[in-house]
């Protein structure tokens, strides 16, 4: 399977960037299918089979975890039903990404991949404490710029936010001491 490492991880990678430049009928399809929160407490989850695959040094599997990250916005149904903060935030998002570009706002958010790259060097170097402090960094700067900039809307992110990081820390920990128990 090594062998088909790299093609795999170009491949998804590829796929990744093709949904990044959507038209905005997609980027409207997506976003009225992630007012589901569902979707928003699915995706921390996927930290940790990244975590795992960037520890196993998996370039597939990363890129994999990351186009499922990516889709996972829009794999439940549209709801019936959404709260108005939900509403808001998601608005504020989509107006985020919509909006100019300048400067700040690049390096705003290029926070993101530079993140998950730390993230990915943290495992892949088996250093277990200083990904779960990106970890925890990850979930504190998605909760604290939901709230500085979309305001009393962005407070909706706490509760999904927190489980997700909650969970993953558990998980990521177990997974990994165990492995290493393994290992001896």
């Known amino acids: 399977m090594r062998k088909y490492d790299k093609p795999l991880a170009i491949f998804f990678a590829l796929c990744s960037i093709c949904l990044l430049i959507v ?6 399809w997506a976003f ?3 007012h589901n929160q569902l979707s928003w407490y699915i995706r921390p989850i996927f930290i940790i ?5 960037a520890f196993k040094r998996s370039l597939a ?3 994999f975890t990351l186009f499922c990250i990516f889709t996972s916005m ?3 149904p549209e709801p019936t039903t959404v709260d108005t903060k939900v509403q808001e935030f998601l608005q504020y998002e989509v107006d985020y990404l919509t909006g100019d570009w300048g400067m700040g706002k690049i390096l705003l958010t290029l926070i993101v991949p530079l993140s998950l790259t730390l993230l990915a060097l943290a495992f892949w170097q088996r250093n277990i404490w200083f990904g779960l402090s990106i970890m925890a960094f990850i979930a504190i700067g998605k909760v604290g710029w939901s709230i500085l900039f979309a305001g009393d809307s962005g407070k909706s992110i706490i ?3 927190t489980l997700g990081l909650i969970v993953c820390m558990v998980f990521v920990y177990l997974g990994i001491t165990r492995n290493k128990r393994r290992q001896n």
């Open 74 to 76: 829009f794999w439940f």
């Open 49 to 53: 089979p990244f975590c795992f695959f």
């Open 23 to 28: 038209n905005r009928d997609l980027l409207d």
């Open 32 to 34: 009225a299918r992630h």
């Open 61 to 63: 599997g990363i890129s």
């Open 159 to 161: 509760i999904p936010a």
